[in-house]
């Protein structure tokens, strides 16, 4: 039997941390009308996507599955009908570092597997939220970015962080090596005084587009609140901007599906 096939999104910040992708990555899942998995891959013991959900990062997830075998748990988030939460598990710190230098093969078919395991579940749609530090799993992260097919690279508009995301290019844009990947960059924390062109940010995007996100105060408040910035009218910059780059993302996700926008909302299971 056919079976629809899966599109992976990534969400990644190379080594500078707090640059907002367990904020969007938690609130764009709502905005999808389809059932979404988001995979926290919370190895630093930082689970904000699995926090900012309700759910329980206390049991075996993600990094149990593809470094023990094991079978992960699914969680329904507690504030939307739609997302189902992947925890992290486990396995975490060192010991997820040593266990990830196993062989790359085995990774790259237990991602697969993984991967698999959530088409079979019904999804069409799995976000992953990486850490700042998951290249600490160095093997792990590369099979990842390999076998995904959006990565989104998350900055904020300062030195420190374009400097990273310049190491994170040179160690690891090689990794995306398939021609139907998509890499786009999204600067978050955007303040309109920086005014200037973000032209030259394309150098780091592959089939892809730069998006901004605007600073906003609400979400700030909100996400230290462990609240859903999409569910108050207040976050209203932010939320407006999630909206677009949602957009931006169907578009990217029907061609991969190769269906119409309008066929991945029908696709509830
Ligand atoms: N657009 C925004 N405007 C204002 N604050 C934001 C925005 N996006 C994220 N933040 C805030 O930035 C902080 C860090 O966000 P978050 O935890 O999502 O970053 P992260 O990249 O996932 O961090 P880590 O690398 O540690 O996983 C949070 O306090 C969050 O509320
Ligand atoms: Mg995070």
Same mark, same amino acid.
């Given at each position: 039997?056919?079976?629809?096939?899966?599109?992976?999104?990534?969400?990644? @910040?190379?080594?500078?941390?707090?640059?907002?992708?367990?904020?969007?990555?938690? !609130?764009? &899942?709502?905005?999808?009308?389809?059932?979404?998995?988001?995979?926290?891959?919370?190895?630093?013991? !930082?689970? @904000?996507?699995?926090?900012?959900?309700?759910? *329980? /990062?206390?049991?075996?997830?993600?990094?149990?599955?593809?470094?023990?075998?094991?079978?992960?748990?699914?969680?329904?988030?507690?504030? /939307?009908?739609?997302?189902?939460?992947?925890?992290?598990?486990?396995?975490?710190?060192?010991? /997820?570092?040593?266990?990830?230098?196993?062989?790359?093969?085995?990774?790259?078919?237990?991602?697969?597997?993984?991967?698999?395991?959530?088409?079979? =579940?019904?999804?069409?749609?799995?976000?992953?939220?990486?850490?700042?530090?998951?290249?600490?799993?160095?093997?792990?992260?590369? *099979?990842?970015?390999? *076998?995904?097919?959006?990565?989104? #690279?998350?900055?904020?508009?300062?030195?420190?962080?374009?400097?990273?995301? =310049?190491?994170?290019?040179? !160690?690891?844009?090689?990794?995306?090596?398939? *021609?139907? =990947?998509?890499? !786009?960059?999204?600067?978050?924390?955007?303040?309109?005084?920086?005014?200037?062109?973000?032209?030259?940010?394309?150098?780091?995007? #592959?089939?892809?587009?730069?998006?901004? #996100?605007?600073?906003?105060?609400?979400?700030?408040?909100?996400?230290?609140?462990?609240?859903?910035?999409?569910?108050?009218?207040?976050?209203?910059?932010?939320?407006? &901007?999630?909206?677009?780059?949602?957009? &931006?993302?169907?578009? =990217? #996700?029907?061609?991969?599906?190769?269906?119409?926008?309008?066929?991945?909302?029908?696709?509830?299971?």
């Amino acid at each position: 039997m056919l079976r629809p096939r899966v599109v992976s999104v990534m969400f990644v @910040s190379g080594s500078k941390g707090g640059v907002g992708k367990s904020t969007l990555v938690a !609130n764009l &899942a709502l905005l999808f009308d389809v059932d979404v998995a988001v995979v926290d891959l919370g190895v630093d013991g !930082n689970m @904000s996507v699995s926090m900012l959900h309700g759910v *329980s /990062a206390d049991c075996p997830g993600f990094l149990d599955s593809v470094l023990l075998g094991s079978e992960p748990r699914i969680e329904r988030s507690k504030y /939307a009908g739609n997302v189902y939460v992947v925890p992290p598990g486990r396995v975490r710190g060192f010991r /997820a570092t040593v266990l990830s230098m196993a062989n790359r093969d085995v990774l790259k078919s237990r991602v697969d597997r993984f991967v698999s395991w959530l088409r079979d =579940q019904g999804f069409q749609v799995v976000l992953f939220d990486a850490p700042a530090n998951a290249e600490l799993m160095s093997l792990l992260y590369v *099979s990842l970015l390999y *076998s995904c097919d959006i990565i989104n #690279i998350v900055v904020e508009p300062s030195p420190l962080c374009l400097e990273a995301v =310049q190491s994170w290019w040179d !160690n690891f844009s090689r990794a995306i090596s398939r *021609s139907s =990947q998509i890499v !786009n960059l999204i600067v978050n924390k955007y303040m309109r005084s920086m005014n200037g062109s973000l032209s030259y940010l394309c150098k780091y995007t #592959i089939n892809g587009t730069v998006h901004k #996100i605007p600073f906003d105060s609400y979400t700030l408040l909100l996400s230290n609140r462990c609240e859903l910035a999409v569910r108050y009218r207040e976050a209203e910059k932010f939320n407006k &901007a999630l909206q677009s780059l949602y957009k &931006a993302l169907c578009h =990217q #996700i029907s061609s991969y599906l190769g269906i119409s926008k309008s066929s991945i909302r029908k696709g509830r299971r």
